[in-house]
């Protein structure tokens, strides 16, 4: 295997062609639904709701001492 993809390597009109239809090709991925993927159906738990307080610019920043 190695030696057909330092084949393949070494011509980069192929090479690009592969890397492009890699990319073309892989499915979706989001971390939030392999998450919920987890929890539904390996973990089988509900997600919980929580309130967060106002977002208030002033207390994000940070100082430097």
Not at 35 to 44: K, L, P, V
């Amino acid at each position: 295997c190695q030696e057909g993809v330092g084949r393949a390597y070494q011509d980069q009109e192929h090479w690009s062609r592969l890397a492009i239809l890699n990319v073309a090709r892989m499915g979706k991925f989001s971390s939030d639904r392999s998450i919920r993927e987890y929890c539904e159906e390996i973990w089988r738990v509900q997600p919980v709701k929580i309130e967060l307080p106002d977002y208030i610019q002033a207390n994000a920043s940070l100082s430097v001492n």
